[in-house]
Structures are given as structure tokens and as C-alpha cells.
């Protein structure tokens, strides 16, 4: 399409499918998925669809941090996702999607890592999120954090015990009631909100339509109380200091204003219990 | 409907799993009631007039226990009173993962259709499927998920026209269950309020078990034992090395002693000595026990004393002398064995003990002392109110518990068996005893044999080839898996009796269609060796094939044909044939270092109508018994080999292990005293100088000599190839051997059919077959049951030997000194082939002065007149003494040589009249 009937949209804060410059397309999320994980959750937002799983296993804390337990991301590039995918496609993008996601998610600020520590120095928790890519429609950060968000919240963490006897074997004993375990506090989780430089203007949740008009797009990582935990600039493009500015502070207003309503539908998704009619992916 | 199960799990790496499981629901699984209508149940199980007369349950009524009350009170749910009764699937799944025993027992139960018990899978059942809710424990969800089924089967049945006054009725021992299932509108009652109710049958109360709540009351509050510590500290102790674990094995004839055997890998085990009731801490025979060590300083040497437990009433003065009895100061430190206490039981193995009621002194008391047969199980006490009946009887009774409180632990009356002495109680009582399976076969093993009439209807193309070995095939009617092999897989064996033979198959197999008779085309697995004139095999080759015998003679039969010179048909000229080629086999293979052993084999004939033993002869011998044997081992050894070669990993062998020099060392001794050398440098030497041991005046003295050696050797068993990398046969001197010969009545030969029919292409093999650990356990148990076949046969043998001396009185016999002990001789009589001992020392008076010597012989010297050595031939009284009614013995009593005060003289001639007692 030609950037000149795009732009001349942008003037008047009017987008191709008729959204706004800080609108987000509709977005339908759904927690406790994939029963075999300890927490999931699915997200769609236009036509992009992400699955996110976490598995929690006990591992090792790294020596640095004793007292701190991780996260470990792996992102699959589904070739269901797009065609580009196909045979070793995804490879490249999944690798930087997932070194990204580490960077904004594994830090003590978004999550109380000396929560995940079960006895510093030799047990913790290592959370590892799956994210799958089912299908790509733009904005795949945007809706990933979201997912991941949801994820976390959803997730349930066997509670254990450490016993220790009278040489001073410490051993690991786990509860037998499955309702026993423990919940991640997600309040200071991070959304992503990606800004995509077309022409003068910047808009949030790009189409493919959308981003493959646009130079560069800035990716701006922020907390319910709008801190901003990390900034990246994607794409060929390059971008003067005034518009990353103008950039960050739109994407720090989205970014603040998307998770009160996101917390409030995961609330309210929880209460209503074994009473919520799952929708799975047959939907 | 779909529902997953989740739950979280520890892997074996210290990780933690979740695990999902996939949990489906239906809503067409019947009641299983023939009020029903709504079910659309072909065969309903539970009856429409299910009445019982109970002054509780006046109306018809379905029972159903929950799991505690099938666990604990299995006894009285298998009694045929008890019917029509809901097995709820929960309480099954608890009761399997429980106790295995009493799981397949109310399988069984459920089976037979006379008791009319539904198994209702509540499990999967769309309206009483529950989930466990948060903060309830496993044990609360399912109770909660029993009272949901009852409360769905009360609602359900009411729905039925013709439903009456038909009702669930709940039985459980928990009360917070109970008050539950009253405030949910369920009829609910404790199993001992149900059974007291039954006003027909009053004796079903003695089989109640003892439930945690009646115990408190039996003996005062004394606490006699330490407390057991709970699996867990005890799994901790024994990971960090301060507890062992091993199983316990009490002492025969020290009530006070026992030893804990603790296996460690490779040959690092040892044995631990414990000593005094407070250390044994109520761990009976059998039980797995974590035991911890006591410092050096406490070590003590196992005591010499025997000890029984058999005063009348529990007094503790009494019990602390018998302790100080064990403690006899011991000098020399090399006997001081590592000494220590139960702290725990893992696991307890208990099961029905047979054994006689010792009746309460007071008239009208319930609670009384039972005496176990086998004297390394405790007394148990048990409360009964017909004891007076059960006096004299044979009784089988079950352990319940033992609280730390009680000098004894409490059990419950399961069955009676029938008068001691008799007969076919005692048979009974030796195959219980030895867990030996001897229970008819159950419907659903017998639902695999095939239907009569039967017939061979698959083609077969014949070749002839000069020597053929035929076994009846029947690994083709027994298919791995199913319930027939599974029962034949855990019998092991076929055990012979006196009398009386219990089967590992069916009759119809073992005795018509798996039996190779003369004029029917019968299925056989044969072995076809083509040989020349000097025996030696050209080819050896193995098929399925089909039988169709010409004759089918006795061992005598064909001696006879043999031996008559005026018989010249085909079978007769092929059998003079083969006996010649047998007897080239057996050349070969004593010069190869084959032993000959010797055992007295005494046969018993028995009175056609009582079954009662009338005379003993020995077995004999025959050429053609031996012609048979040969070619019998010559298949075995065939067929070890191909099995073998083809799977080298999971064929299953049998071997004989090579004993040390140190078990020679009495027929060593023994030959030396008649100046006579054995060497047990190799089989071969040990075979040539026993063949060159002969004395001229002293023809029995070859035999005795053998009888020794025989006593010498190791036990034959069966492994797999995979495990283990010593196949050699002593015995048979074989590098390699395994049982092919005889599948009607070894399991081990099954399984060697398959691998053997797997190996030729004849049939298809399954993963059980080929897993080497597999294979290894089943070993096990075919060793176990061999072993304990061996024990009954044994047990019998010497029974009706008992049997045999008591209808006879008592006997004049010349005998052989068998051992020499350090106050007794062992006599070994021929004629019967009966052992028995004398003893110089009586409990009641003090005993000749004994002199023994160990060195040469051994030799004892008695009050310095007579010196006994091995093999020496002495006269005796044989006699039964029936003193102790469970255990009667066979009494010797030495006439010659005469030792004043130790002989006996010989006894009078018996008078006419007694022996007409015989004919009972």
C-alpha cells in the first residue's frame, strides 16, 4: 500500500482499520490452558495468537546470586505461525525474541527472584516459559509480555519443605495436597509496548501492513507505576533523540494504562473458579 | 466428559513433577442391582431379596464397606453369609495399593458368584466422579467419594418400582465417617455392630478383627515395648547409615533371641543378634525391621539355651529370669556377634498362622492364647467364645496388631481346620505352613483351557528321523499372561504329597491333553537328535510336532519287554535300541565326572480306601528309569544350549553351584575312619573315589557314604542367563543345563518352551520374555516355591511316617549312626529310610557322662564304656512320641550296645488286640 494514503490517516489520528495511534487491536486472554504446566496462559490480539506455558522445576541458583532463583525463555517459531518459519526460519528471530524477553523479565525489579529460593546456594526454583508462536500478526512483543504476564499469574508452585536430620542432610519433601503451593507476585511485572516510527507519527500494536511501512520501532518495557525497565530500538532504521523521547513517554502512558484493566480480567477470570467454561483452542 | 487428574510427584533425581492424567467419565455403568430398571445391566450381580437375618438390618439390604473394614475384616466378607455386597472401585484402588493379599482376595470374592459382590467403578462414574477439594486429604476425598457413591446407589435404587424396602446399608469403623454419612440421610453402621447383629450365624463374631478402638482395654496400660519411629525418621536412618535394614528372623528355639539379616550388595551382609522381648520389640518372623547397632562394649554371643514360650498366663518376674538366663558371661570375644534392637518394622509380612488354641484356666473367658505350629511366631491372643469346641482343632488365625502394651499380639479366629492328627487336617496344615498354593483353580483360569472335546485341527508334514524326544506342548494351551499363566507362573510347581498332589495346571491338561497317551494325536514339542552307534549326535534338531503314541508303557512295562527274550515287535527292538545308546550316554557322562548320589527314597503303600500308609518300600530302580533319565538330561542339555546360543541374555538355565571344600569336610572324616581317602578336587575325583570306596564286609556302607555326599552339596537353581556367569552343573556335570522335560509340572520348563519356540520360529515372542529382570524375579520365585515344594514334600513324608510308627507301636530296628553329635547320635534305619536321634541328655534327669571328641570321626564316648563313631550299626526302639500334640516326633531309644542307664531294654512283644486299633 502507499505510505502516502497511511500518513495522510496519521494526521488525523485515524489508522487504516480505524483505531486511534494508542489503540490496541482486540485482545482475548485465557489463562490455565495446558493442564500439564504449572501456570499458561493464550493470548490473541488481532490475528496474532501466542501460548505461553511455565514449567517449574528445581534447579541450581547461579553462583552470583545465591539467594535468587531464574527464568529461562525459549521461543518457538511455529511454522503454523507464518511460512517464513518453515525448517530452520524461526530459528534466528526466536533466539532474539527469547534473549530479549530474558533481558525485560529476569531482573529483581518485575519479579521477586529471592522468592523462587528454596535454600541459597543449593536449590531454587527455575521457572521456564514456553512461549509458542501459533500464529504471527504483528506486534509479537506486545501480546508475548502480555501472555507472559497472564502466565505468571496463573502459575502454581508446589510448596516444599526442606528437612534436615541429624547429620545435616537436607532433603526436599513435598506437600501431598495439590492445592498446597505458591503464587508469584506479579504486581511489578512488565508489559512490552512496541512504538512503530511511520513517517512523523508513532503507533502502538502495528499490523504487518503497519510495521512493514515503518523504519524502526522502539520497544519500551513498563511497570504498573510506569517505570520504564528497558528500551530497545528495533529495525534497519534510525531514530532522532526527540522522537525517542516523544516515543517513550507515549509508550510509558500505554504501557501504565494497559495493566490495570489486565490485572482486574485475570481477578475476575480466577474468582469464578471450576465454574469458568474453558475455551481452549477450539474456540 | 473429560477430567484430568493432577498431582505433583518427587523424581528419583530430587526434582519435583507434575503429572496429569487423563480421567474419563461415562454414564453407562450399571448398578449392578436386579431391582433396576433403569440400568440396562444384562446379568445384574446383586439379588432383589438380599436379606440377611439381622436384628439391624431387617430389610433387604446391600452392603457397602469402605476400605478399612475390606482391609481389616476380609475374613468375615469372605464368608459365604456375607452377599450381595458394592465394592466401590475407590476402595478397591486403596485396598491394592494397601495390602496386595487382601486385594486379590476380594478379587476372588467378587468372582464367585454365589456371593453376588458388584465391583462399581464410582470412579468413573459421571455422578459420584468427585474432586478433591482444597485443604481435604486423600483419605478424606475418599471417604467423601464413598458416601457420594452411597448416597447415588440410594437415590438410584429408590427409583425403582419394584424396590420394596430394599436399602444401601454403609459399614465403617471411623466414626467422623459415619456421623457424616447419618447427617447425608445414609444408613451407616461399624462392621462389629453389623456382624454382632446377624442372630443366625453368632460364630461369624470370632473372625471379627480387632480394630484400634477395642485394643485399649485388653491389658492394663503398662506400656511394655518402645514405641516403633515412623517410616520416615526410619528411611533417613537407614540413608545415613545409623539404622539397618534386614529381615527378621526368629530364633526356633529361643523365644527370646532372633537375628536380622541384612543384605547388603555383593557379599557384604551380615547378621545382627538381638536379644530380649524389649530389643525384638514386637517384630515377628518374616518382617522387614530397621534395627540399630549397639556399641561394641554390648555385643553379646548368641545363647545356647533353649527357651520356649509356654507358661500359662503373662507374668513378668517369670519373663525377666528367662532373660537373665541369656546372659551368660562369655570369654571368649571371637563368638560375640554384633548385637542390636528393632527401632522400626518397614514392613510387616504376617500372614494366617496355623496353630492350636490353648483354652483361658478360666471358665467362660473369651480371650485366649494360641499356640502357632511353626515356634518362631509369637502366641497370639484371641477372643473367641468357642474355645471349648476349638480345643483338640487345627486353626488358622491372623494377626491384628500388636500394641506396645501387650505381651502378645492380638489376632482373630479365621477358620478351623480340623482335629490335630488328623489326616487331612495335617496335610492342610503343611501346605499352609510351606505357602503352598493349593487353592481349587479359580474360574478364571480355568476359562483359558481349552473346550472338550478337543482336537488337533491345524496341518502337519511329518519326517522321520531315527531318534525322536517328545514333550507334551504345553506352552501352546498355556498363553503368556493370561490368568492360567499367571496362576501357573505362581504355584512354580507341581507339589507331591503323600497321597495327594497338588497341581500347578489343571487337570485336564496335566492329566489328558498335555499327557502324551498311546492311540491320540496329541501336541508335542520335540527334540530329534540324529545319532550314530557310538551315541555321538550329528544333528540336533527341534520342531512343533504332532503325537500319535504307539504304546504308552510303565518304567516295568518296558523293562519287561526288555528283558523278555521272546518279544521281538518294533517297539520292543527300539526300545532294546535306545536302552543301549542310554547306556553309552551314561558312560560318558560319569566319565566326565557325573556323580551318583544317593538319598534314602522311601515310597509309602497306602490302603486304597483310607489312604492310610500300610507298609514303606524303597524305590527301585530300574534300566529302563535310567534309560529315560539320559535321555531326559541329553534334551535338557540340547536344549540349554540352543536357548543359549540364541538368547544369550534372557534364557532362562538352571545351575548347580560347585560346594566349598570346607562342606566335605565330614565325609571326609567319615571316610577316614575307615581309613578310606575322598578326594573333592573335582567332581571327577569326588565320583571316581566314591565308586572306590567300597568295603567288603560292610555292603550299605557305599550308600551311607553317598547319603553323606549328598548332604554335602549346594542347592540346584534356576537363573538367567543375563544375570549371572557361572552356568556349570556340578551335579551333571554340564557346562550348561536347564529344565526342558517336564512343563505339566514346572513353570520354569514353560518358559523354556517359549524361548525354545521362539528360537525355531514356532511361535511369537512378548516383552516379559526378553526383559532380563523379569525373568530374574520370576526365578526367584520358582526357586522359592521349589525350595518350599521340597519342605512339604518332606513334611508329609515324615507325617505319615508318624503315622506309619503310631499304627505300628513301637518298633525293633537295626540302624546306621548317620552324625555324631555332641550329645546325641543320628541313626539312619534302611528299611524305612527314617533318621532319627538318640539323645544322652534328658531334660528331667542328669545325663550320662559324655565324651566328644571332634577330631577324628567325630567320635562320642558315653559314660566311658562305649565309643560311637560314624557308620557304626546300632539297635533301636522306634516309637512316636505324641507328647506335644503339634509337634510329634519319632523317638529312638538305644537297645544295642548295651550301656547300663542309657540302653533301653527290648520291649515286650505286643499284644494281639492293639493291633487291630490300626483299622481306623
Known amino acids: 500500500p502507499p505510505p502516502v494514503s497511511l500518513s495522510s490517516l496519521h494526521v488525523d489520528d485515524l489508522r487504516v482499520d480505524g483505531r486511534g495511534c494508542e489503540d490496541y487491536r482486540h485482545m482475548e486472554i485465557e489463562t490455565d490452558v495446558v493442564s500439564n504446566t504449572d501456570g499458561s496462559a493464550k493470548v490473541s490480539l488481532g490475528h496474532t495468537d501466542i501460548l505461553v506455558g511455565i514449567k517449574a522445576e528445581i534447579g541450581k541458583p547461579r553462583p552470583m546470586v545465591p539467594d535468587e532463583g531464574y527464568l529461562e525463555f525459549f521461543v518457538d517459531c511455529s511454522a503454523n505461525a507464518t511460512p517464513e518459519f518453515e525448517g530452520r526460519g524461526g530459528e534466528e528471530l526466536g533466539v532474539e525474541l527469547s534473549n530479549t524477553l530474558y533481558k525485560v523479565f529476569n531482573n529483581r525489579h518485575s519479579l521477586d527472584l529471592r522468592s523462587l529460593c528454596i535454600c541459597p546456594g543449593e536449590h531454587c526454583w527455575v521457572l521456564y516459559v514456553d512461549v509458542l508462536l501459533l500464529q504471527c500478526d504483528g506486534n509479537l512483543f506486545d501480546a508475548m509480555s502480555i501472555a507472559i504476564k497472564a502466565a505468571l499469574f496463573n502459575t502454581r508452585i508446589p510448596k516444599v519443605h526442606i528437612s534436615e536430620d541429624e547429620e545435616g542432610v537436607k532433603e526436599i519433601e513435598l506437600s501431598d495436597d495439590p492445592y498446597d503451593c505458591m503464587r508469584l507476585n506479579v504486581e511489578n511485572v512488565p508489559c512490552i509496548v512496541t512504538l512503530c516510527k511511520i513517517a512523523h507519527r508513532h503507533v502502538v500494536d502495528a499490523t504487518l501492513q503497519e510495521k512493514a511501512c515503518s523504519v524502526a520501532s522502539l520497544l519500551i518495557s513498563v511497570t504498573h507505576k510506569g517505570m520504564v525497565t528497558c528500551v530497545r530500538k528495533l529495525g534497519r532504521g534510525s531514530l532522532d533523540p526527540d522522537s525517542i523521547f516523544e516515543m517513550t513517554e507515549t509508550g510509558k502512558r500505554v504501557g501504565k494504562a494497559l495493566h490495570a484493566p489486565l490485572m482486574e480480567l485475570l481477578q475476575k477470570e480466577e474468582s469464578l473458579g471450576k465454574k469458568r467454561q474453558k475455551v481452549g483452542f477450539l474456540a | ?920
Open chain 2, 1 to 920: 466428559m473429560l477430567k484430568s487428574k493432577t498431582f505433583v510427584k518427587k523424581t528419583r533425581a530430587g526434582g519435583v513433577m507434575k503429572v496429569v492424567r487423563e480421567h474419563y467419565l461415562r454414564d453407562d455403568i450399571w448398578c449392578g442391582s436386579e431391582v433396576c430398571t433403569e440400568c440396562k445391566d444384562g446379568a445384574p450381580v446383586l439379588q432383589q431379596d438380599a436379606r440377611v437375618e439381622s436384628d439391624l438390618c431387617a430389610y433387604p439390604h446391600y452392603l457397602i464397606p469402605d476400605t478399612n473394614v475390606v482391609l481389616h475384616q476380609i475374613d468375615i466378607l469372605e464368608d459365604p453369609l456375607i452377599r450381595n455386597v458394592i465394592i466401590l472401585q475407590t476402595v478397591l484402588q486403596e485396598v491394592r495399593h494397601r495390602s496386595p493379599p487382601v486385594y486379590k482376595r476380594i478379587k476372588d470374592a467378587t468372582h464367585e458368584k454365589e456371593k453376588h459382590f458388584y465391583t462399581f467403578t464410582n470412579e468413573h462414574h459421571r455422578q459420584t466422579f468427585i474432586e478433591r477439594e482444597q485443604g481435604e486429604s486423600i483419605n478424606d476425598r475418599n471417604d467423601r467419594a464413598i458416601r457420594v457413591a452411597a448416597k447415588w446407589y440410594t437415590e438410584h435404587l429408590n427409583k425403582a418400582p419394584s424396590v420394596g424396602e430394599l436399602k444401601v446399608v454403609l459399614l465403617t469403623n471411623d466414626r467422623a465417617n459415619r456421623d457424616k454419612a447419618e447427617q447425608n440421610g445414609l444408613l451407616a453402621y461399624r462392621c462389629e455392630e453389623y456382624i454382632k447383629s446377624l442372630t443366625g450365624n453368632p460364630e461369624l463374631v470370632d473372625r471379627l478383627a480387632l480394630t484400634s478402638d477395642d485394643q485399649n482395654e485388653i491389658t492394663g496400660s503398662k506400656l511394655l515395648f518402645p514405641e516403633h519411629l515412623p517410616l520416615s525418621r526410619i528411611q533417613a536412618g537407614i540413608k545415613s547409615g545409623t539404622f539397618l535394614q534386614g529381615t527378621f528372623r526368629a530364633s526356633r528355639d529361643n523365644y527370646l533371641e532372633a537375628t536380622v539379616f541384612v543384605q547388603r550388595e555383593g557379599d557384604d551382609s551380615t547378621e545382627v543378634l538381638l536379644q530380649g522381648l524389649q530389643n525384638l520389640n514386637r517384630a515377628v518372623h518374616q518382617d522387614v525391621v530397621a534395627v540399630e547397632l549397639f556399641p561394641k562394649e554390648q555385643w553379646v554371643a548368641p545363647s545356647s539355651v533353649v527357651l520356649q514360650d509356654d507358661r500359662p498366663s503373662d507374668k513378668e518376674t517369670e519373663e525377666e529370669e528367662a532373660e537373665k538366663k541369656l546372659e551368660s558371661p562369655v570369654l571368649d570375644p571371637s563368638r560375640l556377634k554384633p548385637t542390636g534392637r528393632v527401632v522400626g518394622i518397614i514392613k510387616r509380612n504376617w500372614r494366617p498362622f496355623c496353630g492350636m488354641l490353648n483354652q483361658s484356666q478360666i471358665k467362660e473367658a473369651t480371650r485366649h492364647l494360641f499356640t502357632p505350629a511353626d515356634r518362631r511366631i509369637p502366641r497370639i491372643r484371641i477372643e473367641t467364645r468357642q474355645a471349648s469346641t476349638l480345643v483338640g482343632q487345627r486353626i488358622i488365625v491372623a494377626i491384628d496388631g500388636w500394641p506396645r502394651n501387650s505381651r502378645y499380639p492380638n489376632g482373630h479366629f479365621v477358620r478351623n481346620l480340623g482335629g490335630a492328627g488328623d489326616k487331612d487336617t495335617e496335610t492342610e496344615v503343611l501346605l499352609l505352613e510351606h505357602d503352598v498354593p493349593h487353592q481349587p483353580f479359580s474360574q478364571a483360569v480355568l476359562s483359558f483351557l481349552p473346550k472338550m472335546p478337543w482336537g488337533i485341527t491345524e496341518e502337519v508334514n511329518t519326517v522321520w528321523v531315527p531318534i525322536l524326544f517328545h514333550i507334551a506342548d504345553v506352552s501352546h494351551f498355556i498363553r503368556p499372561g493370561n490368568a492360567l499363566d499367571q496362576e501357573a507362573a505362581s504355584r512354580g510347581t507341581t507339589v507331591y504329597l503323600c497321597g495327594k498332589r497338588i497341581d500347578m495346571v489343571p487337570e485336564l491338561l496335566s492329566s489328558n491333553l498335555c499327557s502324551l497317551r498311546s492311540n491320540v494325536e496329541r501336541l508335542a514339542f520335540s527334540c530329534i537328535w540324529e545319532m550314530n552307534h557310538k551315541a555321538e549326535i550329528l544333528n540336533t534338531r527341534f520342531t512343533k510336532s504332532i503325537i500319535n503314541s504307539k504304546a504308552s508303557l510303565t518304567y516295568a512295562e518296558a523293562q519287561m519287554r526288555i528283558d523278555d527274550a521272546s518279544m521281538n515287535d518294533d517297539i520292543t527292538k527300539s526300545l532294546r535300541g535306545l536302552n543301549t545308546l542310554a547306556k553309552i550316554l551314561k558312560g560318558q557322562r560319569i566319565a566326565k565326572g557325573a556323580l551318583t548320589l544317593s538319598s534314602p527314597e522311601v515310597r509309602f503303600h497306602m490302603d486304597s480306601e483310607t489312604h492310610d500308609p500300610i507298609d514303606l518300600q524303597t524305590k527301585e530302580l530300574k534300566d529302563t528309569n535310567s534309560m529315560v533319565e539320559e535321555f531326559m538330561l541329553l534334551a535338557n542339555i540340547s536344549v540349554a544350549q540352543k536357548i543359549y546360543e540364541e538368547f544369550s541374555e534372557c534364557a532362562l538355565l538352571r545351575k548347580h553351584p560347585a560346594p566349598p571344600p570346607s562342606n566335605y569336610d565330614i565325609l571326609i572324616k567319615a571316610a577316614k575312619s575307615r581309613e578310606l581317602e575322598i578326594r573333592i578336587d573335582s567332581a571327577k575325583a569326588l565320583a571316581d573315589s566314591l565308586n572306590e570306596a567300597v568295603l567288603e564286609d560292610f555292603p550299605y556302607f557305599n550308600t551311607l557314604l553317598r547319603i553323606l555326599a549328598t548332604r554335602c552339596m549346594m542347592q540346584a537353581v534356576y537363573f538367567c542367563s543375563g544375570m549371572d556367569s557361572d552356568f556349570h552343573h556340578y551335579g551333571l556335570a554340564s557346562p550348561i543345563y536347564t529344565h526342558f522335560t517336564s512343563p505339566i509340572r514346572r513353570y520354569s520348563d514353560i518358559i523354556v518352551h517359549r524361548l525354545l519356540a521362539v528360537a525355531i520360529n514356532a511361535d511369537s515372542t512378548y516383552p516379559d520374555l526378553m526383559d532380563k529382570h523379569k525373568q530374574s524375579s520370576l526365578c526367584n520365585n520358582l526357586n522359592y516355591r521349589h525350595k518350599m515344594a521340597q519342605y512339604a514334600q518332606r513334611a508329609s513324608v515324615a507325617f505319615h511316617t508318624q503315622l506309619f510308627f503310631k499304627n505300628k507301636g513301637i518298633l525293633n530296628e537295626e540302624g546306621f549312626i548317620l552324625f555324631v553329635r555332641k550329645n546325641a547320635i543320628i541313626i539312619l534305619i534302611p528299611k524305612f529310610g527314617l533318621e532319627g536321634t538318640v539323645f544322652f541328655e534328658n531334660n528331667d534327669k542328669p545325663g550320662p557322662r559324655l565324651n566328644f571328641d571332634s577330631e577324628v570321626g567325630p567320635t562320642l564316648t558315653v559314660e566311658d564304656q562305649h565309643t560311637f563313631h560314624i557308620f557304626d550299626r546300632v539297635k533301636v526302639t522306634i516309637s512316636l512320641d505324641a507328647s506335644n500334640i503339634q509337634h510329634q516326633k519319632i523317638r529312638m531309644a538305644l537297645v544295642e550296645p548295651v550301656i547300663p542307664g542309657v540302653s533301653v531294654a527290648l520291649p515286650e512283644p505286643e499284644p494281639e488286640a492293639k493291633k487291630l486299633k490300626l483299622d481306623r
